[in-house]
């Protein structure tokens, strides 16, 4: 892999977009804790952003293409100010597969960044995940 890609950050009003999303997360674990159903915490988790004033789409539809001819729909759970993609887990471990997922969400969008957050960890600190898509990074 390319050490320089690797590299790449998400532009600064993304990452500005990623932090008030995980703060209004650790807002949201901090009140319910860990041991919910994905579905509530994504409902809390749009409430809190409705109450900070930060615009989102659930369950965004997203086209999903094959060699350039669509073949389906995606849902991304929550879907940032037209530009961060966040999904939500309540698992007891992220899989690598969790993290493809995103991924491939990013692919799919062309953006660079999305959040991967468990909420069935102590400490939302360490169920949170930036992804980043560095093909969706401009030099």
Do not use: W
Not at 88 to 95: D, P, T
Not at 109 to 131: D, S, W
Request: charged fraction near 25%.
């Amino acid at each position: 892999m390319n050490d320089k890609k690797a590299q790449k950050e998400p532009p600064p009003e993304i990452d500005r977009l990623a932090k008030i999303a995980i703060g209004c997360a650790i807002e949201v674990h901090r009140h319910l804790g860990p041991g919910y159903l994905e579905e509530i915490y994504e409902e809390a988790l749009c409430e809190e952003l409705r109450l900070q004033g930060i615009p989102f789409k659930r369950q965004h539809s997203i086209s999903v293409s094959y060699k350039g001819k669509p073949v389906g729909q995606g849902r991304l759970d929550i879907l940032v100010g037209d530009k961060l993609i966040v999904e939500l887990k309540a698992v007891s471990a992220i899989a690598p597969v969790h993290s493809a997922q995103v991924m491939s969400y990013l692919k799919a969008t062309n953006l660079p960044l999305g959040l991967l957050i468990n909420f069935n960890v102590a400490l939302l600190k360490e169920g949170v995940t930036r992804i980043i898509n560095s093909a969706a990074i401009e030099d």
